[in-house]
């Protein structure tokens, strides 16, 4: 594709690149891919936290995608119907594997942290620490609440989006991010703060 | 116990989702309960941290690569050849079981109902009240649309409350009561217990 087309696909609305990606057209979508690659791969992160299997799992949702991207109907945007696939994706993943059980595991070391900070109570490895077990938290953090979590807060997105996504109420987002903090906030008090 | 819902409030309020009159209202709570004002800072501190989790981030090169790799994939698939099972005749069994299972939770209810310790315990059950909306909906979609929409309007009238409800769907939603607000739960409450002496 010269340089001159490409200028071309990036100025293409996004309701062009799915009508021709439906056509079969793969131009199409690989600028649909490009667009959203990286919003979807760090979606999916979030998820595993290992590279190799976010790596399989966005190239999976984007094969996925364009397989049944003739039943895309429109009624959402692209956006939210491949951030769908992603997040669904990466749902089946964490229960194929397992990791579930290992954070029920998990949970209980949790637990006992809360009552014990690992290490020195100096600001800075206070906070460095804080992140650390912030990261291990929400990665323990049931499946729903983790999703609305995950959507919301680390990926900007608005109650309604996220609800679109999971599809769900934005009542339901709401009060599952209100629960995710509430478990978030007790789990790591040593390192909140009174 | 009152404060639980202004928790839930300053979590709206920090993913900018909470309407200006409740906005007015959590301020002056903040103002005089020390609790939730800790208890808002801790939020506030964890949001904060919470933007600063590890994001992958990569070269131009990775993206390149990781287009070749899916390019090289899609050369094999056509669109339509799904292999995703979102079709009619495959729901069609989801449906099947789903009936079946609530004919099984139906009969086990009424079994259940007959025994005389049911009549003693008969007091008032908000999941009894529910199990008999989920036996006229059975699995009929077009009758849980109905109620939903009945149900959500009805919410609104009553509760006063002027938040958008956007179309909570009843019966696939597990979190659906619990995603109510505690005006809405009330007045639910007292519907149906209006209903009950009725």
């Known amino acids: 594709m010269s340089n001159r087309m490409k200028i071309l696909m990036t100025d293409v609305k996004e309701e062009v690149l799915v009508e021709k990606a439906q056509d079969g057209d793969l131009e199409a979508y690989a600028e649909l891919v490009k667009r959203y690659r990286e919003r979807i791969y760090r979606t999916i992160y979030r998820y595993t936290r290992n590279h190799s299997d976010t790596d399989d799992l966005a190239q999976e949702t984007f094969l996925q995608a364009f397989r049944a991207i003739k039943r895309f109907r429109k009624k959402s945007g692209f956006y939210t119907w491949i951030f769908r696939i992603a997040v669904n994706r990466s749902l089946n993943f964490l229960k194929k594997s397992g990791r579930e059980k290992e954070k029920a595991g998990y949970e209980e070391k949790m637990g006992n942290i809360a009552v014990t900070p690992l290490h020195s109570p100096e600001p800075v490895s206070m906070a460095k620490e804080l992140g650390e077990r912030l990261k291990e938290a929400v990665d323990s953090l049931p499946l729903a609440y983790k999703s609305s979590f995950i959507l919301v807060v680390l990926q900007g997105m608005t109650h309604g989006q996220a609800a679109r996504v999971l599809r769900c109420s934005e009542n339901t987002v709401s009060w599952r991010l209100y629960k995710a903090r509430k478990i978030l906030q007790s789990k790591l008090s040593p390192y909140l703060g009174r | 116990m009152g404060c639980k819902k202004y928790e839930k409030w ?180 007292r519907e149906i217990e209006k209903e009950i002496k009725s």
């Not at chain 2, 049911?118 to 036996?135: I, P, T, W």
């Open chain 2, 10 to 189: 300053i979590s709206d309020s920090l993913d900018e989702e909470l309407n200006a009159r409740r906005s007015r209202k959590l301020a002056s709570h903040l103002a005089q309960c020390a609790a939730c004002r800790s208890y808002q800072e801790r939020l506030r501190l964890l949001q904060q941290e919470a933007l600063r989790l590890e994001s992958p981030d990569f070269p131009p090169r990775y993206w390149e690569e990781f287009s070749r790799n899916l390019a090289r994939r899609l050369q094999a698939v056509q669109p339509g050849a799904s292999d995703l099972r979102l079709g009619w005749r495959s729901r069609g069994w989801a449906w099947a079981g789903a009936a079946v299972l609530i004919a099984v939770a139906l009969s086990l209810v009424l079994i259940l109902r007959k025994g005389p310790e049911a009549e003693e315990n008969d007091v008032f059950s908000f999941e009894k009240c529910l199990d008999r909306v989920y036996g006229e909906i059975g699995d009929d979609p077009q009758l849980a649309d109905l109620f939903n929409v009945a149900l959500v309007r009805s919410l609104r009238e009553g509760s006063g409350a002027d938040d958008p409800v956007t179309r909570p769907l009843f019966v696939e939603d597990p979190f659906f009561l619990e995603g109510l607000s505690e005006e809405e739960m009330e007045f639910l409450n």
